[in-house]
């Protein structure tokens, strides 16, 4: 069994930062890749950034480019997503994403979400 909890969101105005963290925990896996997606109401989940397996391979969003950093600490099993100059369009809910084999059976694992809300 593996799980994911989230933890960093909350009320924050607008050009403020917060930092979203991801940890995996259970027995006996290997992390690949690791993301965020968000979904504001009415909308569809969107992909905001992902790292692989190696701090290399980074992808973002043209939305967050230059204002969110995704970073993993693999000691730590855990993602970690560094978000500035926050916009009232980046209210969401948050969710980590994590790409993981556990006994030779490789799963999509997702977090339980974490609301950001920007607003004055």
């Known amino acids: 069994q593996v799980q994911l909890v989230e933890s960093g969101g909350g009320l924050v105005q607008p050009g403020g930062s917060l930092r979203l963290s991801c940890a995996a925990s259970?027995?006996?896996?290997?992390?690949?890749?690791m993301a965020w997606y968000r979904q504001a109401p009415g909308k569809k989940r969107e992909l905001v950034a992902s790292?692989?397996?190696?701090?290399?391979?980074?992808k973002y969003a043209d939305f967050v480019k230059g204002r969110f950093t995704i970073a993993r600490d693999n000691a730590k099993n855990t993602n970690y997503l560094q978000m500035s100059n926050l916009k009232p369009e980046d209210t969401a809910v948050y969710y980590c994403?994590?790409?993981?084999?556990?006994?030779?059976?490789?799963?999509?694992?997702w977090g339980q979400g974490t609301q950001v809300t920007v607003s004055s």
């Open positions: 259970g027995d006996a896996f290997k992390i690949y890749d």
């Open positions: 790292i692989g397996t190696t701090t290399g391979s980074l």
């Open positions: 994403l994590m790409n993981i084999v556990r006994g030779g059976v490789g799963n999509r694992y």
